[in-house]
């Protein structure tokens, strides 16, 4: 299932720019004139790349909260599969919506689910920053601290007797180092925060997308 999931959903490829087609909802989800869920940025001028490793962890969630019966999903694949024909999307939307008809489905059930699947992964990026403030925590917060300290003690002995100066270059060296790793850290801690936006709004921009056309198209 995942498999199929992630066949259903156009993914940037990490380092490039996805140019998405004329006519297609990703490329119209850049103009609407209102978004149901904002989408978070990423931080620092980095924008991130879209990372495999969390598109995966994003679609599993999807995958596990995907309720029985014809939802959003069940539509976007009819929507996939009616792409390499010779139709335009509004088209495509509402042959797609007909098919999901005789299932059940009715355009407010459809927008529903998506708004579901945004929530799963809402809940995903709540649990990701959760998670990325206590490895920051674990990874900078204590060698900020252990740096202080060894600061002021290079300041104490500078301030004693000459004869401790030896003792202070060593700490001054040791500090240098944990600064070093500080930057390593933070720089790690930041990158691995942009590609999870940058694999969450990638999602989220397709399914929102997809809103906006079936409350464009579906009525």
Do not use: C, W
């Not at 029985?68 to 088209?91: C, H, I, V």
């Not at 060296?173 to 925060?193: D, F, M, N, P, R």
């Not at 999870?196 to 990638?202: D, E, G, M, R, V």
């Amino acid at each position: 299932m995942l498999k199929n999931l992630k066949s259903l959903f156009v993914v940037e490829e990490a380092g490039s720019r996805k140019a998405a087609p004329a006519g297609d909802a990703s490329a119209e989800a850049a103009d609407a004139p209102s978004k149901v869920h904002a989408i978070p940025q990423s931080q620092e001028g980095n924008p991130g790349q879209v990372s495999q490793k969390f598109m995966d962890i994003l679609f599993k969630a999807m995958e596990d909260n995907n309720p029985d019966g014809f939802d959003y999903m069940e539509f976007r694949q009819s929507l996939a599969s009616l792409k390499k024909m010779p139709m335009d999307e509004q088209t495509r939307f509402q042959s797609a919506f007909a098919m999901a008809q005789t299932l059940g489905a009715t355009p407010s059930k459809l927008l529903d689910s998506a708004m579901h699947y945004i929530a799963v992964l809402n809940r995903e990026e709540q649990q990701f920053e959760q998670a990325l403030a206590a490895q920051k925590a674990k990874q900078i917060g204590s060698k900020e601290e252990e740096m202080l300290r060894l600061e002021q003690t290079v300041q104490a002995k500078t301030e004693q007797i000459r004869q401790l100066t030896a003792e202070i270059e060593a700490h001054q060296k040791q500090a240098g180092q944990l600064q070093k790793e500080i930057g390593q850290a933070s720089a790690k801690v930041e990158t691995t925060k942009n590609d999870f936006i940058a694999s969450y709004n990638a999602l989220v921009e397709q399914i929102q997308a997809d809103v906006d056309s079936m409350k464009k198209f579906l009525k």
